[in-house]
Structure formats: C-alpha cells, structure tokens
C-alpha cells in the first residue's frame, strides 16, 4: 500500500507543485519570523552585554516611592562622596560617574531638535559607553553625538552645533565623536550629546551623578566589587555587576521582540488557514478525480482504513517535504529581514543569523499538520467510494455537483441574521471595550455563513454578473458555464481569497475612518492653524502634574505639560509655558486672525477622582471652540460655569453645582454643558478666571493656538507664527495641516505594512485558484480538445479560462471587500465614538483591480495546458 | 505503392470535396518507427457517406484526423475544396475546422454544462455565425430533439446525446462531416437512428460524410466503403451490405 501511495505521488507530482507552493509559503512565515525575530533578540542582547558587560559594577540611583498613578519622584542623584566611597574600595581598579541632564540641542534651522531636548552626559575612565567613531569630548568645546541624535540632526563629526545653556544662551561645541548608546531605553526616546565632565555642569546645571560605573581590581570578581559598591552606597542606590544589568536591560528589550514576534505570528497564522483551505481543496479535488483508482484499489481488496490511511501518508509527505523548503526560505527570509531591519530598531553591525531547533521543528510541525489535518476530511470521503465505481464510466468529467440543500441556506441565513444582530447590539450600547469582541465573533459567524452558503452564492453571484459577459463572446459564455458547474470547489478556492480581501478592506475601513474622524475632531474642536508648545522636557517635575503629559496621547501636538525651563528653575516644579511676549507678537499681526491660550490644571479629591480641567483664554466656548453637546449649551459656558466631559459627569446635569478644591481655593460652579468625549483627554471646561481662582500658580499659557485670519495668505501667516517664536528655538510650532500630514503618514505606513503582511495570504489564496483551475483543466482535457475540434481558437480557449479565473477572484474579493467594508465600519465604529465612515474608495479599487490581475495570473499556467495539449491526442484517450 | 491506391469511383459532375493524395503518419516509439499511414490516396466526393473501415490499428483514425486537420501528417497532401490544408498554420486550421468542417465523435460529444440547444449552435456561436432557423428548426424536427432542447447532457440517453451531436454537425452545412466511431457506444436501435440520419442527410442535404468504424451492419448504411490495412487503402467496395462488409473484412484480418 505505501509502494502504492508512492508511486502515485511520483506519477503526480505535477499536480502538488501549488500546493507545495501554498505550504511552503506559509511555512516560511512561520520560521522566518520565528528566524527574525531570534536573530533581533539576539542582536539586542549581544548589543546590551556588550555595553554592560565591559564594567564590573553598574550603581543607580534608588527610585524614590512610585506614585499611584504611575509617576515618580525623580531619584536623588549619587554624590561626589559616593564616588571616592567607591573608590577607596580594594576590590575597585577604577570608578567614573556618569552625569545625566539635558540640553537643548539646535538643528540646522536654530529650532530646538526633537519634541523632547536630548540627554547630556558626560563620559570618562570607566564608562559602559565609549565612542564609536572619532573622540570623546574632552575640552570645553567639544561634543559628542548619539549615533540616534546625528541621524536625526543630520550633524557628524567635525560639524559645528549649538546648545542651549541653562539661561538659554547660545552655546557653540565642535562634534568630535558620535557615540552608540544602543537599545538603552534612557537614551532612545529623547538621544544624547555628551559633553565633558565639566561642563556637563555648566550646560545643563545638573549636579551628582546619574550612574556610577566600576572596573574591578585584579584578583577580584564582579560580584565581590557590586557587593562592595553595595556596602558604601546602602540603600541610597541599586547596585548591580555589568552582566545582571545587561540581562535586565535586554529582557526589557527582549519583550519588544516578542510583541513583534506575536504579532507577525498572527498573520503567519492567517496565512497557514489560508494554506490550509487551499490543501483541502486540492486534496478534495485530486481525490475526486481520482475515484476510479480508489475504487480500484477496494476492489483488489484494499480496506477502508487503509485507503485513507494512503491518502493520509500521501498528504504527510506531502506536507513534510513542503514544509522543510519552507523552512529553508523562512531562514532565508528571516536574515534577509534581520539584516535589513536591524539598523531601524536600534540594533546595529553585523548580524549573526539565529537559526534555534524551535524555529524549525515548528515550521515542519505547523505545515505537515496543517496539511495532514486540511486533508483529513477528502481523505475520509475517499473512504466512501464503493468498489463499484471502478466499473462504472469516468463520473469525474461529466460532474455537475448536485444542488444545495435548504439546511445550508437556512443555516447560512441564520449566520447572517446573528452576525447582524451583534453588530446592531454594539452599535446601540455604544463605544466599549466588549464591542471590538463582539464585532470580531460576528465577523467569524458571517464569515462562517460565507463558507456554508459559499457554492450558492458563487451560483447567484456568477447568475448575474454572467448576463452581461454571455454576450461578450463565446469564450466568457463558456467561462460562465464551467465557473459554476462545480460551485463547491469553486467557492472554496474563492473563500481562500476571502479571507485575505475581508482582513485587507477590513483594516483599511478602519483606517480610513479612523483618519477622517480625527480629522473632523481636529477641524471642529481645533478650528486653528497653527499650534506653538514648549519643549517636551523628560525631567519630569514630581507630583500630579505629570499626568497632564498624557494629552500627547491622542494628538501629538496638544500641548505637553511641562515647560523648558523647569531645568533652569530647578526644585520648583512648574508647568511649561509659551511667553506672554509670543502672544502679543502673534495678536498684532494683520494675517493672524484669533489667538488662543490654552492652559489646565489637576484636580484630585475623593469624589471625583483625577479630574483634568483646561481654560482656552481668549476663545468663546461653542464659538470658537465647538464640540458635540449631549446636554446644555456650550455657548453658556462663562464665567462661573463649566462644561463636563460625558463619562466624568458622574450623574451630573446641566444646571446643577458643581464644587472643585484644590488646597485651599475652592470654586462653585453651575454645569453649563454636558459634552460628548471627544479625542481630548481634559475632563471639564473652565472659564480663565475660574481656572485662576482654582489655581492661583498658573498665569501663564501651556500653549498657544493660531488661527489665521480670513483670506490671509497661508505664507504670511506662516512666516508670523514663525516670526513670533524666532527668540525663543525651544518653542515647537505645529501647523494643523502638519498635525495631518503626520498622522496620515503613520496610518499609511501602518495600513502599507499590514498589506504586505496579508499579501501572502492573498498569493496563496491566489496559487490555490491557479491550482483549481489547473485541476479542472486536466479533468477538462476532452472538452477542450472537443471545443478546438469545433473550432475554438487557442487564445479563445485561453481566455475562457482567464474569464473563469478572473470571474473567481472578483467573486472572493468582492465578497471579501463586502465584509471588510461592514465590518471595518463596525469595528471602527465600537471602539471610536462619533465615527465618520469613510470608505477608501481607490483602495477598494486597487483591490479590485489586483484580484482581476490575481485571475489572469492564475490563469496562465492553466491556460497554456489547455492549449497546448494535442487535440488528437487527448480525443483518444479514455 | 499502385497497390495500395484505389481509383475513385467517378463522379458525374463536381470535383472531390476531399482529396488526399500520397498520406503518410509516421510515429517515433523510442527508436522504432511505426507508420500509421504508408502512403494513401483517397477521394470523397459531395453527396456521399463514405465509410472507412480496418481492423485495429491499421491506420483509420490517424486517417480521419490528417483529412480533418486535426493531425499534421508526416507527408502528402489533403484538400478541402480548393484550399490545401495540409501547411495550413494552426489558426488557420481552427478557422477552417470551424466553418467547414462538422464533427461527431464516439463519446464525450457534448460539453456537460450546456443544455442541447446550446451545444447545437455552439459552433455558429464561436463563429458568431448566424443561425439558420429554417434549417436548424429541419433538423431537430428530423432528429426529433424538439422536447429536448432545454436539457443537459446528463438528462438524455447516449442516443439523444448522439442526435444532439448530429444536428451540431449538420447544422452549418459544412462541406465535410467526420464521423468517428459515431455508434460505438450506443445501442443498436439508437445507432441505426443515427446511421438513418446520416444517410438520409447525404441524401437529401446533399451533405459529404466520412465515418470511421469497424462496425460492418453501421458500414452498410454507407454509399461507399473503403478498407485500410496497415497504413495503406486496400480494397472498396460500394453499395455494401452487412454480409459483403464483414466477408471483406474477415479477409483483411486474415
């Protein structure tokens, strides 16, 4: 039976090569991430070990008690006694400290680089960093650069920058050596220069150290020396060796490989079901074709068991040998992403490929189990087939599958009602975190519906669109005919590209909404030009002002908290400002139309929680500032009112008194307006005088908002929003067509990778299509020499099969594009309140237009079978 | 070679709708060589139902195809009407298969997915020819398909599929029909049906039939039976009769 099996295997080998196809891609998503993904990891870890591993001793800072929400007090820094403590040890060789504040660093145009000013360290002696390309500084004006920070600035050795000092003066140093301060969190947000030692100090007015690193002495270990740094510093610092360091800083960057990992897994995943309906359907369709030999083998007396015992073995070498080349393009493939990857993620030179025993055990697990399971149930309908079908005429040819039951159409119907009903469920209780669940398993029902009414409606769907293309010519009315006379195969050939249309329009209706309801936000909430905030500033004064840095959540360019000059005013915490000066600037300006100040405070008290309260000075609430009102008018909003944010409103309505305290100022307030939640994070809206009531320290504007005056010329208003700032480079300008641009590209960028992450699903659903066509062309083969006998032209018979081909793919991803569009809106819908729909209408073009491509690519191979084969020839054989 | 030529039975009138003169198919079966046909020279004229008989493999089929332009023959020539067909390129030869020439073969004549009226004009259809409704409503009254013409293949008898391949073939008036084997795989009363049509269309529609069989009693219907052995034309006779045939035939294989 096995010699059998084989032999049958050598003698159609033709007939697997697209199924191999489909298993082997899928197979090398799987090791190729698994590759990528190690070989990242362990890219990282080299990196980080390296760096940490070349001190014996690493001492920080304790962390101070962490607040409950989330902040924390900013460590106090380790003295200059600290450091000779730690000197004088026996076990130590040498000690340096590191100094750690930050640095305004100015680009080519004189504006402040980045939204936050980089880190400026010092480095020297016995350092985990060195320079990795020219010199450290070692005079007063020199500098060094991170290798993140040059990238960005565009600066490089020998070019001359300038600093902010911690008065704001202009500060010229030479760069003399770039420094890579690798995956090292601290630095990678925000970059680096490195000053110095001494003028660290000067520049930056920080004191103490951030960091203290030891080399131990001969005849000592790592550990005896951290033990010894330990005893000096107590509990005022953590003190580790070089290598516990080292491993913590990369399991913190291991977990970002892993999310990366997972996530690519996912869509390997999807692309091995996607595999998976291909095998089973060519598995469906060779055991189909091949009834008489089955039935030949029961009557020579093989059992039932072993029939599909030899269908089985046949699908598992299948799988496996498959699966191994998959494996051998998923190595491939992870180095080629490694390589290329690398360098944007932060982990550089040369990468050493990972090939771990798991990245291929699993690849040729998951392939030769998916394909044996995908071919477990054609396997068991060879088990059916009755000796006597070996004695009866080929039944295979002349198959026309037997209509649809009322169980599969009441069923599927069923489907679609539930599906329906779900959706409506989340549309009515509104934006949840449940409804993305829910959305998501209607999506998985209708979609099942999709699979059981899959072959009716390829017949309804090929019905209609067949009337017009009967009339196109003979080749599409033949098309149409064989696309539907086995509706079975041919929707699942069609589900596989389902799957990778709905996933694709699906995310790209999401995304698509997504930005145009931000936008609309932006447009109404916003209705300004431009945008000027401080300098994000990363040392973060303590206390509950730190929870106003949340506002960059949902729009980057909402004003930051915190203020430039909190460096300068050190000890004193206080917010950061736009000078009362750039204001005036900006109001006397004949292009500028309104300006806006924008400034907010915290509130915490045990009946409400944390409340975040803002003030837009010189703005008229529901005039110049709009926003959906659930109850009230925002127009009333005055002095002695405040608009509440639905969700934070806690029962209150439009009309009663509201009371807010903090320390002693404490403010009545009559509910003007209840507002819906929009993309802002503040929680109620306050008149300017209340707000000053409330917090007697804030007379200053966290950030300003232009709005250019009507018919003014967008380039004179640009150049007085930047006229304003020119003494002040800290001061970010954003345009709101920036704010955008930018987002746009992200989503884009988003929408691109996760394209590309689906095509192959789409490309394995589309070898699946290729090999069903295949299939039914070799089953076809005396049809088709009957038609060029009657005459039929070889690029007739070619594009009959074009047709049939393109026919398919425009019915998957139709279908597919369907259920993207519905339930992309639905998705989007349940998470996002106030959705404006949007339908990507070229996307959905371009979709169109790659599955009618997708066709004529599936098609050519089959194609030129079909007209190849010698008309004589296949009229004779039986 | 003069052994192997037959000399045409003279036509009163027209020229030979089919002429193949010096036909020879020779096939390379892994260094031996097999010669399907050895040199022929046969003439068909307008009006007749011809019919080629042999045993098997004594060349018949490879013959029908070379005629029909189905198959390239190594050498010789065949004409239909004025055109050489033989070096006529591949297009040219579906165009010519298409609006000359009808075929009927043994089984698989029809395409499952079309009803019987579709697989009639399948044909003009592919020429986007236009149909003669005077002619196609004569022939499916002769063949009597009329009840049948909205059924797929898979709801009528081998012998309705049969009539259905008869009327797709008669239905252009073509200047030649081939038929192979077109009763192999019926039973006797359909086949005799379907030998009744073909006579009577030669008959009355003045239509030129070749048919291939080894059956002598479906030979019989024939005007004219020529006999191939080996690759060569060896014998005819005309107005055959079943016992005349199978003699002849009996003696070929002897």
Known sequence: MLRTTLAGLRLHTSRYVTTVLAILLGVMFVSGTMVFADTLNANYEESVMGSAGSVDAIATPAEAETGEDGAHAGPEPLTADDLAGIRALPEVAEADGLVRGQAVLLDADGRALGFTPPAAVSIEGASRFDAGRGELPSTGDEIALATSTAEQSGFGVGDTVTVLGPDREEHEFEVTGLVNFGVDPSFGISGAVVFAPDTVEEMTGATGYSEIDAIAAEGYTDEQVADAVSGVLGSSADVSTGEEYGLEMAEGVGAQTEIFRVALLLFAFIAMFVAGIVIYNTFAILIAQRQRELALLRCVGAKRSQVFRSVLLESAVVGLVASALGVLAGVGIGVAGA????????????????????????????????????????????????????????????????????????????????????????????????????????????????????????????????????????????????????????????????????????????????????????????????????????????GAQDAS???????????????????????????????????????????????????????????????????????????????????????????????????????????????????????????????????????????????????????????????????????????????????????????????????????????????????????????????????????????????????????????????????????????????????????????????????????IAVFIAVAVLAGLLASILPGRRAAGTSITGALASE | MTASSVQPVPSATAPPVVVARGLTKTYDTGGSQVHALAGVDVDFHRGAFTAIMGPSGSGKSTLMHCLAGLDVPTSGTVHLGRTQITGLRDGELTLLRRDRIGFIFQSFNLLPMLTAEQNILLPSQIARRKVDRQRFDHIIDVVGLRDRLGHLPAKLSGGQQQRVAVARALLNAPEVVYADEPTGNLDSRSGAEILSFLRDSAEDLDQTIVMVTHDPVAASYADRVVFLRDGRLVDEVTDPDPELVSARLLKLEA
């Open chain 1, 339 to 542: 390589a290329l990857a690398a360098p944007a993620m932060g982990a550089d030179g040369g990468v050493p490929v990972v090939v771990t025993q798991a990245a291929v055990l699993t690849g040729l697990g998951v392939g030769t189990v998916v394909t044996v399971l995908s071919a477990m149930v054609p396997a068991l309908r060879a088990t059916r087939v009755a000796p006597l079908a070996a004695l009866r005429t080929s039944t295979t040819a002349s198959g026309i599958e037997k209509g649809t039951g009322w169980f599969r159409v009441v069923f599927g119907l069923v489907t679609f009602a539930v599906a329906g009903g779900l959706v409506a469920l989340t549309q009515i209780s509104g934006p949840t975190q449940m409804g993305l669940v829910v959305v998501t398993a209607a999506a998985l029902v209708s979609f099942t519906g999709v699979v059981v009414l899959g072959p009716l409606l390829v017949r309804w769907i090929v019905r209609l669109v067949g009337l017009p293309l009967r009339r196109v010519g003979v080749a599409s009315m033949l098309a149409v005919d064989n696309s539907v006379r086995s509706p079975r195969r041919a929707a699942t050939a069609m589900i596989a590209l389902t799957v990778g249309a709905t996933l694709i329009t699906g995310y790209s209706v999401v995304s698509a909404s997504t930005e145009s309801t931000l936008n609309r936000m932006l447009e109404e909430q916003f209705p300004v030009d431009y945008q000027i905030t401080p300098q994000f500033s990363m040392e973060e004064p303590t």
């Open chain 1, 549 to 843: 840095t949340a506002e960059g959540g949902d729009d980057a360019a909402s004003a930051p908290g915190e203020g430039a000059d909190a460096v300068a005013d050190t000890g004193t915490p206080e917010f950061g400002f736009v000078p009362e000066q750039v204001r005036r600037d900006l109001e006397d300006e004949p292009s500028v139309g309104a300006v806006f100040g924008q400034r907010g405070g915290y509130v915490e008290d045990e009946e409400h929680g944390l409340i975040s309260l803002v003030a837009f000075t010189g703005a008229r609430m529901g005039v110049d500032l709009a926003m959906g009102t659930v109850e009230g008018d925002l127009s009333d909003a005055g002095p002695g009112r405040i608009a509440l944010v639905e969700g934070h409103a806690d029962g209150v309505r439009v009309g009663d008194t509201y009371t807010l305290a903090n320390g002693d100022a404490v403010v009545d307030l009559e509910v003007a307006a209840i507002v819906e939640p929009g993309a802002q994070v503040f929680h109620g809206y306050l008149h300017e005088d209340d707000l000053a009531a409330l917090f007697p320290d804030v007379t200053r504007d966290e950030a300003v908002l232009v709005r250019g005056a009507q018919d003014a010329d967008p380039a004179e208003l640009r150049e007085a929003v930047y006229g304003a700032v020119e003494d002040d480079p800290t001061l970010q300008v954003m345009s709101v067509a920036e704010i955008k641009e930018q987002f746009s590209d992200i989503m884009d960028i988003a929408f691109y990778t996760i394209t590309a992450m689906l095509g192959l699903a789409i490309v394995i659903a589309v070898f699946g299509i290729s090999n069903t066509m295949a299939l039914s062309v070799l089953e076809r083969t005396r049809e088709s020499a009957l038609l060029r006998a009657l005459g039929l032209a070889r690029g007739q018979l070619r594009r009959m099969l074009s047709v049939e081909a393109v026919l398919l793919c425009l019915i998957g991803a139709g279908i597919g594009i369907v259920l993207g569009v519905v339930f992309g809106w639905a998705a989007a819908a349940s998470v996002l309140p106030g959705l404006v729909f949007s339908l990507p209408a070229g996307q």
